[in-house]
C-alpha cells in the first residue's frame, strides 16, 4: 500500500468516524440503549469476562493481598501523577481555568514535595483532584456519547471516547518521552500496574455486579455512560438528565 | 420532532418553576425534614448492626424492617420495570414484586450485616421538583476515600421514604431499569424472560 493510499484510506476512516458520531449525537438518549452494535460488544465483553476471570482478576487478589496497603497507595499515586500533564492539557482545552490550575498544582506539588509523585501531598494540600481526558474535552465540546463500544481488555467505551483515548495515549507526553528514550519496557511496566491498580478498586463493586445482576452487561454499561457524565459534568449533577419520578410509576409520561 | 421534544421539556420546566417558587418556604420545611429522616435511619441502620452478637436470621428481619422503613419498596419496583409494568398481567406483577424484593434483600443485606464500622454525614439538601428532596451524605470507611451518596426521598403520607439511591452519580434505580429492560428486551418484549432470570438469581 502506498502512503498516498494509506493517507487516503485513513481519512476515509476519520471522516466515517466523524460523521457516524455527529448522527449518533442527533440522535435522542432517552431510554435506549444506543448500542447498535450489542452483539458484536456483547461478543467482547464476553472475552475481557474471561480474561478478567482468568487472569487480571487473580492478579490483583495477589497484589491486593500481598502488597500492603500504604505501598500500593504509593503506586496509586505515582501512575495518577504520570497522568498529570494529560489532565493540565485537557482542563485547558475544555477552558477550564480553575481545573488548569488545580491540575498545574497538584502536579507540581507531588512531584517536587512528593518524591516524582510517589506522595499525595497536593491531597493534603486540599487542591482537588478531577479526572480528565480527551473524550471529556470532545464532550464539552459538544459531541456526543455516540454508540456504545466494548473495546478489547480496555472495557466499556462509546465511539467518542473510543477515538478520546486514542488521541490521549498518542499525546500523552509520559509515552512520548519513553519512545524517545528507548525504554517502551517502561510503558508496558506502567500498563500492567495501571491495570491491577484500576482493578483492585473495583473489586468489590464488579464482584457485585457479577453476584446480584440479571443482566451484567448491561448494568456496566449503564453504570459507565452515567460515571462518563458525572465526569464531563466535573462532579456537579444537571437537573436536565435527572430521570423522570413521577407520582405514579405505573403512569410513565413517554 | 427535537424542537418538539425541546419545547416540551422547557414548557414543563417553566412550570414546574413557576409552582416551585410560592413553596419555597414549604421546599426548605421539608428538606429539613427529609435531612433529619436520613440521619434518623442511618444512625438505627449502624446502631442496628454494629452489634455483631445478632444471629443471622434476626439481623435479615431487621434489615427488612429497616428496608421497608426507609424505602418505598413497591414504587421502586414499579419505577425500575418502568413501561413494562403496565404490560404484565396482575400475576405477572405479583411474582415480579416478590422476586425483586428478594433481589433487593440480597443484594444489600450482606452489605449491612457485614457493617465494618462506615459512618456518614450529611452534607446538603436539595429540592428535586415539588415533592422530592435529594439529601446528600458523605459515606466515611475505615479505609479508602469517603464515597458521596445522595438520596432521593419523597414526601408521602406526612412521612418520607427514600426512591433512589445515587452512588457518585450513579442511579441504582436506572442502572436496574435499563438492565431490566435489557433482559425483557433481548426475550422479544416478554417478561417472562425478566422473571426467568430474577428467579435464577434469588434462588
Same mark, same amino acid.
Given at each position: 500500500?502506498?502512503?498516498?493510499?494509506?493517507?487516503?484510506?485513513?481519512?476515509?476512516?476519520?471522516?466515517?468516524?466523524?460523521?457516524?458520531?455527529?448522527?449518533?449525537?442527533?440522535?435522542?438518549?432517552?431510554?435506549?440503549?444506543?448500542?447498535?452494535?450489542?452483539?458484536?460488544?456483547?461478543?467482547?465483553?464476553?472475552?475481557?469476562?474471561?480474561?478478567?476471570?482468568?487472569?487480571?482478576?487473580?492478579?490483583?487478589?495477589?497484589?491486593?493481598?500481598?502488597?500492603?496497603?500504604?505501598?500500593?497507595?504509593?503506586?496509586?499515586?505515582?501512575?495518577?501523577?504520570?497522568?498529570?500533564?494529560?489532565?493540565?492539557?485537557?482542563?485547558?482545552?475544555?477552558?477550564?481555568?480553575?481545573?488548569?490550575?488545580?491540575?498545574?498544582?497538584?502536579?507540581?506539588?507531588?512531584?517536587?514535595?512528593?518524591?516524582?509523585?510517589?506522595?499525595?501531598?497536593?491531597?493534603?494540600?486540599?487542591?482537588?483532584?478531577?479526572?480528565?481526558?480527551?473524550?471529556?474535552?470532545?464532550?464539552?465540546?459538544?459531541?456526543?456519547?455516540?454508540?456504545?463500544?466494548?473495546?478489547?481488555?480496555?472495557?466499556?467505551?462509546?465511539?467518542?471516547?473510543?477515538?478520546?483515548?486514542?488521541?490521549?495515549?498518542?499525546?500523552?507526553?509520559?509515552?512520548?518521552?519513553?519512545?524517545?528514550?528507548?525504554?517502551?519496557?517502561?510503558?508496558?511496566?506502567?500498563?500492567?500496574?495501571?491495570?491491577?491498580?484500576?482493578?483492585?478498586?473495583?473489586?468489590?463493586?464488579?464482584?457485585?455486579?457479577?453476584?446480584?445482576?440479571?443482566?451484567?452487561?448491561?448494568?456496566?454499561?449503564?453504570?459507565?455512560?452515567?460515571?462518563?457524565?458525572?465526569?464531563?459534568?466535573?462532579?456537579?449533577?444537571?437537573?436536565?438528565?435527572?430521570?423522570?419520578?413521577?407520582?405514579?410509576?405505573?403512569?410513565?409520561?413517554? | 420532532?427535537?424542537?418538539?421534544?425541546?419545547?416540551?421539556?422547557?414548557?414543563?420546566?417553566?412550570?414546574?418553576?413557576?409552582?416551585?417558587?410560592?413553596?419555597?418556604?414549604?421546599?426548605?420545611?421539608?428538606?429539613?425534614?427529609?435531612?433529619?429522616?436520613?440521619?434518623?435511619?442511618?444512625?438505627?441502620?449502624?446502631?442496628?448492626?454494629?452489634?455483631?452478637?445478632?444471629?443471622?436470621?434476626?439481623?435479615?428481619?431487621?434489615?427488612?424492617?429497616?428496608?421497608?422503613?426507609?424505602?418505598?419498596?413497591?414504587?421502586?419496583?414499579?419505577?425500575?420495570?418502568?413501561?413494562?409494568?403496565?404490560?404484565?398481567?396482575?400475576?405477572?406483577?405479583?411474582?415480579?414484586?416478590? +422476586?425483586?424484593?428478594?433481589?433487593?434483600?440480597?443484594?444489600?443485606?450482606?452489605?449491612?450485616?457485614?457493617?465494618?464500622?462506615?459512618?456518614?454525614?450529611?452534607?446538603?439538601?436539595?429540592? +428535586?421538583?415539588?415533592?422530592?428532596?435529594?439529601?446528600?451524605?458523605?459515606?466515611?470507611?475505615?479505609?479508602?476515600?469517603?464515597?458521596?451518596?445522595?438520596?432521593?426521598?419523597?414526601?408521602?403520607?406526612?412521612?418520607?421514604?427514600?426512591?433512589?439511591?445515587?452512588?457518585?452519580?450513579?442511579?441504582?434505580?436506572?442502572?436496574?431499569?435499563?438492565?431490566?429492560?435489557?433482559?425483557?428486551?433481548?426475550?422479544?418484549?416478554?417478561?417472562?424472560?425478566?422473571?426467568?432470570? +430474577?428467579?435464577?438469581?434469588?434462588?
Amino acid at each position: 500500500m502506498t502512503l498516498a493510499s494509506l493517507s487516503r484510506s485513513l481519512l476515509r476512516t476519520a471522516a466515517t468516524a466523524l460523521v457516524l458520531a455527529t448522527a449518533a449525537c442527533a440522535t435522542p438518549s432517552g431510554d435506549s440503549a444506543n448500542d447498535p452494535l450489542e452483539p458484536v460488544n456483547r461478543a467482547i465483553w464476553g472475552f475481557n469476562e474471561g480474561t478478567d476471570i482468568l487472569l487480571v482478576r487473580p492478579a490483583t487478589e495477589v497484589y491486593v493481598n500481598a502488597v500492603p496497603d500504604p505501598v500500593r497507595e504509593v503506586v496509586h499515586n505515582f501512575l495518577i501523577n504520570l497522568t498529570m500533564p494529560l489532565v493540565i492539557a485537557n482542563q485547558l482545552l475544555q477552558g477550564d481555568a480553575q481545573g488548569a490550575s488545580d491540575a498545574t498544582g497538584r502536579f507540581l506539588t507531588n512531584t517536587i514535595l512528593g518524591m516524582g509523585g510517589l506522595a499525595d501531598v497536593a491531597t493534603e494540600a486540599r487542591i482537588p483532584y478531577e479526572s480528565e481526558d480527551f473524550g471529556q474535552t470532545l464532550a464539552v465540546w459538544g459531541l456526543g456519547e455516540g454508540p456504545y463500544l466494548v473495546l478489547p481488555l480496555l472495557g466499556p467505551s462509546g465511539l467518542r471516547d473510543a477515538a478520546g483515548l486514542g488521541v490521549d495515549t498518542v499525546a500523552d507526553p509520559a509515552r512520548v518521552a519513553a519512545y524517545a528514550s528507548g525504554a517502551k519496557g517502561a510503558l508496558w511496566a506502567r500498563a500492567g500496574a495501571t491495570t491491577v491498580d484500576t482493578r483492585s478498586q473495583y473489586l468489590g463493586t464488579i464482584d457485585d455486579i457479577r453476584r446480584n445482576s440479571v443482566d451484567p452487561y448491561a448494568s456496566l454499561r449503564s453504570l459507565y455512560r452515567q460515571r462518563r457524565q458525572v465526569e464531563i459534568n466535573d462532579g456537579k449533577a444537571t437537573p436536565a438528565e435527572q430521570p423522570d419520578f413521577p407520582v405514579d410509576p405505573a403512569a410513565p409520561k413517554r | 420532532m427535537l424542537n418538539r421534544r425541546l419545547f416540551l421539556s422547557c414548557a414543563a420546566l417553566l412550570a414546574v418553576g413557576s409552582r416551585a417558587v410560592p413553596s419555597a418556604l414549604a421546599q426548605s420545611i421539608s428538606d429539613k425534614g427529609a435531612a433529619d429522616f436520613i440521619n434518623t435511619l442511618g444512625n438505627e441502620a449502624i446502631n442496628t448492626f454494629a452489634r455483631k452478637d445478632l444471629p443471622r436470621p434476626q439481623a435479615l428481619t431487621r434489615f427488612r424492617d429497616l428496608l421497608y422503613q426507609g424505602f418505598d419498596v413497591p414504587y421502586i419496583s414499579r419505577w425500575v420495570l418502568g413501561k413494562y409494568w403496565n404490560q404484565a398481567s396482575p400475576e405477572q406483577q405479583k411474582q415480579y414484586e416478590r +422476586l425483586f424484593e428478594q433481589l433487593i434483600v440480597q443484594t444489600y443485606a450482606n452489605r449491612f450485616i457485614e457493617y465494618s464500622g462506615e459512618t456518614f454525614r450529611i452534607t446538603g439538601t436539595k429540592p +428535586l421538583g415539588e415533592t422530592d428532596t435529594a439529601v446528600s451524605t458523605q459515606i466515611v470507611r475505615p479505609s479508602g476515600p469517603p464515597i458521596n451518596v445522595d438520596w432521593r426521598v419523597r414526601k408521602k403520607d406526612g412521612g418520607f421514604k427514600i426512591i433512589d439511591v445515587v452512588v457518585e452519580g450513579v442511579s441504582m434505580g436506572v442502572t436496574q431499569r435499563q438492565e431490566f429492560a435489557s433482559v425483557i428486551e433481548s426475550n422479544g418484549g416478554n417478561i417472562n424472560g425478566l422473571l426467568k432470570a +430474577l428467579r435464577e438469581r434469588v434462588s
